[in-house]
């Protein structure tokens, strides 16, 4: 399900003008949902998996699987304030996504 909710937030001078949820799972399975992110209703960034972890939801950046097998984020962010504020706003939208489902 794609929940069309527009949730805004900005840190410093980064605005993000929209998240969309895709619920993937409810039940057992440690991948809950999938986010796409805008910012400055320029930029969209996609497959943000939200992971149920042994210390809770977190978010995982898309990544693609190296010849070596190891995963690498191709999006992140570079400070950690920065995530930190893009994972209370991505998890913001997934509870009201829940909600309204």
Known sequence: ???NKIIKGR???LKITDVRIR???KEDAKLKAV???TIEDS???HDIKIIEGKD??????PSR???DGEYKDIVHPIKTEVRDELKKIILSAYEE???SE
Do not use: E, R
């Open 43 to 45: 930029i969209v960034v």
């Open 23 to 25: 619920i993937v799972s």
């Open 1 to 3: 399900m794609l929940n």
């Open 65 to 67: 699987k190296t010849p």
């Open 56 to 61: 809770g939801l977190f978010i995982s950046m």
């Open 35 to 37: 986010a796409s992110l």
């Open 11 to 13: 840190y410093k001078d």
């Open 97 to 99: 996504a829940l909600k």
